[in-house]
């Protein structure tokens, strides 16, 4: 299981290079939400810690889709 923390770096490598990305990953029984934001604003972060998260899980045959 992987330990996330406030204030603290993610626990694994930025993917992206100093870039801006927000990525998903399926796990074995949810799904993580990752972004990596090279200098967020203040309004992002409270976005990120109070807002509202929305999300469809649509399963064909053995594909997951996630939007």
């Given at each position: 299981m992987i330990k996330y923390e406030v204030n603290?770096?993610?626990p694994f490598p930025q993917?992206?290079?100093?870039?801006?990305?927000t990525l998903s990953e399926i796990t074995i029984s949810f799904f993580d939400i990752k972004c990596y934001l090279s200098d967020p604003t203040s309004n992002e972060i409270m976005d990120w810690r109070k807002g509202s998260l929305?999300?469809?899980l649509f399963e064909k045959t053995i594909v997951l889709f996630l939007y």
């Open positions: 603290k770096p993610f993917p992206n290079s100093g870039g801006e990305i929305e999300y469809a």
